[in-house]
């Protein structure tokens, strides 16, 4: 185990402030519309992949962002991640994704519509920032089976083309499933004997989960977040191969020399809706995840403008 800088928040939640009231209706928009309007989205559904993929891309572009479609081919259908930047002085890069598809038979409001609802409700706040390492967004296609964990899943296409151009991505965040909070006692699950001896028992926290050899990273965005954000958080950097800890975007960006952490509500570990026809919109816990969201902005600009 690997301590963690800084303490959880405790006590209740402030209200929102106006500001977060402001974020608090995007994100409920984003979600309903990937969610609730477009549904299950994926290679079986390709036109609400496709119209999940072109609603990212008009607000990106409506952010004042120029979308660059990264794409590739499956089964001769064409498939596209879609990233926007904003240039720093040095070449360091700060990465956030977050993948836009569903599996297989769900709407896929909590996983991971939240999540690209905060992608996108974060791209809106930088696009007016000027930071000193570069600061990209990425929607990625293909997270869920049947191309998890494989060269066909979005986001292992995206990193190894990273590679391939020297990228130099100082840290990668994946926003995975960031929706659902619970205060009921014994609402909160682990993958590994000993977990629940250490960390709490009750869903109300966000998770930063990394590999070992993404601990700093871990360390540096959990440390932030304590000082900011108004939500109970826990991290941990874990052998990437207890169950879990890879289970987002980020592995892809293991495979190719980059560090890379996951913020989570710890989705099958928590969610009662995981990979559900009943992941819808009702579900999620907007005020919970605007705080998070809130938070978040502060870590990317503290990574973003760090020294090296």
């Known amino acids: 185990m690997i301590r963690m800088p800084g303490r959880s928040f405790r006590g209740p939640a402030p209200q929102l402030t106006p500001d977060e009231m402001t974020l608090r209706h995007e994100l409920v928009a984003h979600v309903q519309k990937l969610g609730g309007e477009i549904g299950e989205r994926n290679l079986a559904h390709y036109p609400q992949l496709a119209e999940a993929a072109h609603y990212i891309e008009t607000e ?7 979308v660059r479609r990264d794409s590739y081919e499956i089964e001769g ?4 991640n879609l990233e ?3 240039g ?3 070449r360091d890069i700060v990465l956030i994704g977050a993948h836009y598809d569903s599996v297989f038979g769900s ?6 519509g939240s999540g690209v609802a905060a992608l996108l409700a974060l791209a809106h706040r ?10 990209r967004f990425v929607a ?20 190894e083309r990273c590679r391939e151009r020297r990228d130099e991505i100082s840290a990668m965040i994946s926003l995975e499933t960031i929706g659902y909070f619970s205060s009921q006692a014994g609402s909160q699950r682990y993958p590994a004997l000993g977990l629940g001896l250490i960390y709490p028992r009750t869903g109300n926290f966000i998770g930063f989960v990394g590999n070992v050899a ?3 990273l871990v360390r540096a965005a959990i440390g932030e977040f304590r000082r900011q954000a108004k939500i109970p958080s826990e991290g941990a950097a874990l052998p990437a191969m207890v169950p879990g800890v890879g289970w987002s975007d980020q592995w892809s960006f293991w495979q190719h020399g980059y560090a890379g952490i996951m913020v989570t509500d710890t989705a099958p570990f928590r969610y009662p809706h995981y990979h559900a026809t009943s992941d819808t919109p009702d579900k999620l816990d907007y005020d919970s995840m605007t705080r998070v969201v809130a938070g978040m902005e502060k870590v990317i600009q503290h990574l973003a403008n760090a020294s090296p």
């Open 60 to 66: 990106l572009t409506g952010a004042g962002y120029q």
């Open 88 to 90: 720093g002085v040095s």
């Open 77 to 80: 259908k064409t498939c596209s």
């Open 126 to 135: 930088f696009a007016v920032t000027h930071n000193s390492k570069t600061v």
């Open 140 to 159: 990625f296609v293909n997270e869920e089976p049947f191309y998890f964990q494989s060269a066909e899943m979005g986001s292992f296409v995206y990193a």
């Open 107 to 112: 709407p896929g409001a909590n996983d991971n």
């Open 84 to 86: 926007v930047e904003l």
């Open 214 to 216: 993404s601990r700093s």
